[in-house]
């Protein structure tokens, strides 16, 4: 209960400092009411309603209880987040403040809580929110283990930094043992087998006949193995110590190990994709579906960006040069290391890249609101990019397709046809149901004639003037018409006349 407040000087260092003084503090507010929590899974559930912005029974029950509902001056409850304080204003009657004073008030609580309430003390108040905000923070950390995007992103992140590593280890390898065998250089292409080969041959000197078949195991190749061979006695390498040559095997052997782990590591990659994104990784591949979720963030944010966004995902810096200098926006982002633009020709890719963007869009939204992981959507975009991509480069629509086209034309026929009857059946038997109305024989004609006589009586009685006479016979002779004419003109003349004089003496005046 706050006694009095000082709202004018509220920001002034003086008024701040009389918080921290609990004397002070004691002065202007006092407990009312205290209610602890039942146990740590009770204050957590408060905690978790507090913070989603609902009002929990708890805090319901101990408001109605405590707040005076009746007395001279309403009572003004105080509550620092505005999102809890529109809730309660919905569910009590009483009058609910926000902001200014109430800031304040809520920062001497806190400092003063645990001398307010008897009992309690400031290691105990201490230790029971540390308690609380770790369980808060576990509870929302809270998900599907099997179904962890996190995973993906690391997995991902550390596969392009090996692809860094091995390379500039292996260019390492090259360089130190080319100095005793430069020859190798040219016959062996690739890293990995390479440091396999340095790690194997050791001293080029030490090689004979014997050790071909273990050339063979690592090169897969005969011709290339006896080149190697044939290399060796040759060769133009200076001579190493052996020293030396420990070394560059036990590094050598290291960057073997690298190469091992990095396809494990890619193994675990596909089978983490295709518990996340199965449709995704159908659709786009692996890797490249990986680094698309590490890009955004998250499946969740892959999932909220629009087709547009996921085109150029990976080109922000493209973009925003193009836009600066007013050039031509990129067409592609990450996407571009997909097997689809790679097939493409040149004018269609940036066709297939929007068109692909948005069936990635569909995938990365069905893996990531769909409970059971499959890879059945994946499967068919595929092969609704595949057919796309046909068509783009060879103009040739799709036999399913076409089928697919006659069928709906045929539907639209028989349905037209249909139309057409129901309206032929619905005309004619209007027709039947006038002809029924209508009554038969000579009378029937009579009074369809009678009726054809009023409407012409009635649009020449629309045509006279309202001076004609009311009882005026129906069939009238058009010698009397004329005469009426007449007589209509020669009333009308008297009036026309005297406006003559007048205009002259205006014509006078004005002369």
């Known amino acids: 209960a706050v006694k009095e407040v000082e709202e004018i000087g509220m920001l002034l260092p003086q008024v701040e400092a009389s918080v921290l003084s609990l004397g002070k503090f004691?002065?202007?507010?006092?407990?009312?009411?205290?209610?602890?929590?039942?146990?740590?899974?009770?204050?957590?559930?408060?905690?978790?309603?507090i913070s989603e912005g609902m009002v929990h029974a708890d805090l319901k029950l101990f408001l109605e209880t405590n707040l005076p509902q009746s007395g001279k001056k309403k009572s003004v409850l105080g509550v620092s987040d505005?999102?809890?304080?529109?809730?309660?204003?919905?569910?009590?009657?009483?009058?609910?403040?926000?902001?200014?004073?109430?800031?304040?008030?809520?920062?001497?609580l806190r400092l003063h809580f645990h001398s307010l309430v008897k009992?309690?003390?400031?290691?105990?108040?201490?230790?029971?929110?540390?308690?609380?905000?770790?369980?808060?923070?576990?509870?929302?950390?809270?998900?599907?283990?099997?179904?962890?995007?996190?995973?993906?992103?690391?997995?991902?992140?550390?596969?392009?930094q090996l692809d860094k590593d091995i390379n500039t280890f292996s260019m390492r390898v090259r360089e130190w043992y080319g100095y005793h065998f430069p020859e190798l250089i040219k016959i062996v292409s690739d890293n990995s087998m390479y440091c396999r080969l340095a790690q194997l041959i050791g001293n080029r000197k030490e090689l004979s006949e014997e050790s071909l078949e273990s050339l063979e195991e690592v090169v897969m190749d005969s011709a290339k193995a006896q080149a190697i061979l044939d290399a060796s006695r040759s060769s133009m390498?200076?001579?190493i110590s052996p020293i030396d040559l420990i070394n560059i095997e036990r590094f050598s052997s290291r960057v073997v190990s690298l190469a091992a782990y990095r396809l494990e590591l890619q193994e675990y990659l596909r089978s983490k994709m295709s518990q996340v994104a199965p449709n995704l990784a159908a659709l786009i591949g692996e890797v490249v579906g990986a680094r698309l979720i590490s890009h955004a963030g998250s499946l969740t944010n892959l999932a909220k960006y629009p087709a547009s966004t996921v085109q150029i995902l990976g080109a922000e810096k493209a973009l925003f040069r193009a836009l600066k200098t007013r050039g031509n926006t990129?067409?592609?982002?990450?996407?571009?290391?997909?097997?689809?633009?790679?097939?493409?020709?040149?004018?269609?890719?940036?066709?297939?890249?929007?068109?692909?963007?948005?069936?990635?869009?569909?995938?990365?939204?069905?893996?990531?609101?769909?409970?059971?992981?499959?890879?059945?959507?994946?499967?068919?975009?595929?092969?609704?990019v595949e057919e796309r991509l046909s068509f783009y480069e060879t103009g040739d629509v799709p036999r399913k397709n076409v089928d697919v086209m006659k069928e709906a034309l045929k539907e639209v026929k028989e349905d037209n046809t249909l139309k057409k009857k129901k309206k032929k059946k619905q005309a004619a038997e209007e027709m039947e149901a006038q002809a029924e109305e209508a009554p038969s024989g000579e009378n029937g004609e009579e009074t369809s004639a009678k009726k054809k006589k009023k409407r012409k009586a009635e649009s020449e009685e629309v045509e006279e003037a309202p001076d004609a006479e009311d009882g005026a016979e129906e069939t009238e002779t058009p010698a009397k018409k004329k005469k009426k004419r007449k007589s209509e003109a020669m009333d009308t003349q008297p009036e026309e006349t005297p406006e003559t004089p007048v205009t002259e003496k205006k014509k006078k005046k004005k002369k």
């Open 119 to 160: 009992g309690l003390t400031a290691l105990a108040a201490s230790k029971a929110q540390l308690g609380l905000g770790h369980s808060y923070s576990r509870a929302k950390v809270k998900f599907n283990v099997n179904r962890v995007d996190n995973m993906i992103i690391q997995s991902i992140a550390l596969l392009d």
């Open 82 to 108: 505005a999102k809890i304080g529109a809730a309660l204003q919905e569910e009590l009657s009483s009058s609910i403040q926000t902001g200014g004073v109430v800031a304040e008030i809520t920062r001497g």
């Open 237 to 239: 390498g200076m001579d």
């Open 26 to 49: 004691n002065s202007m507010v006092s407990l009312a009411a205290f209610f602890p929590f039942k146990s740590a899974q009770a204050a957590l559930e408060n905690m978790n309603a």
């Open 330 to 384: 990129p067409k592609y982002g990450l996407i571009f290391h997909s097997t689809f633009i790679g097939r493409a020709a040149a004018k269609n890719k940036g066709r297939i890249s929007r068109y692909l963007a948005n069936k990635c869009t569909i995938a990365s939204r069905i893996d990531c609101f769909s409970e059971l992981p499959t890879s059945v959507f994946g499967d068919k975009l595929r092969e609704q």
